[in-house]
């Protein structure tokens, strides 16, 4: 099958090798890059105590960057949304790593259950409200750091009709629902694909769904864990 990718350019090719390993064929269109702070994740860390919060690998980048600054942090237990993440937070040298198996607010519900009083959300923008909504509807205080800024890319039209023309496309990845947003906020993206028509829309999440237009609604599927491996079960 013919897959399009839209995720970030770093992300984009670890998943476009997932891809041909399955014997499919991935083409990418990243529509976000992403413009890291790690200034401020550092002064963060050094300005707290305690429990640590991701909701997004980007996070993760981020502390990579810190480098020897890192290490007096890795002790602090930190919770992430996703294996994915949690994983690459094990890589970094974190002792304590719990992953929820859901969204944003299934995240906050673990460090209730937990009895976190303070936690520090190392957090990205634009980014739901699910995960701080909960926290305080739980009554756990929390900081927010935000270290990292996911910035628009629009693609020329070049770079549409060469994923559009020739062979049918099958299927579109969408990993967030913002970068989902910004796929159908572009004519020429709308365009090209009610032009095919039938192609599958493969969200990761149900607020990644929320994103897709109602008329093509009947062509969406939803991961049934917000992870990639089970996004591309769907293929």
């Known amino acids: ?57 980007e996070a993760m980048r981020v502390l990579s960057a810190l480098g020897e600054t890192l290490g007096p942090h890795l002790d602090r237990p930190i919770f992430a949304v996703g294996e994915t993440t949690a994983q690459a937070a094990r890589r970094l040298g974190f002792r304590t790593v719990t992953a929820s198996s859901g969204n944003g607010r299934d995240l906050a519900d673990l460090v209730g259950a937990q009895s976190v009083e303070d936690l520090l959300y190392l957090a990205g923008r634009p980014r739901a409200e699910t995960f701080e909504g909960r926290l305080r509807e739980l009554g756990i205080r929390f900081s927010v750091a935000e270290c990292y800024r996911m910035l628009p890319v629009a693609p020329g039209p070049a770079d549409i009709k060469a994923i559009f023309s020739g062979h049918r496309l099958d299927a579109v990845l969408f990993y967030s629902r913002q970068t989902a947003e910004d796929f159908f906020q572009l004519a020429e993206l709308r365009s090209a694909l009610s032009e095919q028509g039938g192609i599958r829309l493969l969200c990761l999440s149900e607020a990644v769904a929320q994103a897709i237009p109602a008329s093509l609604k009947e062509t969406v599927a939803i991961s049934s864990m917000p992870d990639e491996i089970s996004l591309l079960s769907l293929l």
């Open 1 to 57: 099958m013919r897959v399009l990718v839209t995720r970030p350019a770093h992300s984009a090719e670890k998943t476009a090798q997932r891809l041909r390993d399955m014997g499919h064929e991935p083409l990418l269109l990243p529509l976000r890059r992403p413009q890291h702070d790690s200034s401020a994740a550092a002064s963060a860390l050094a300005a707290t105590r305690g429990a640590i919060a991701v909701t997004s690998a």
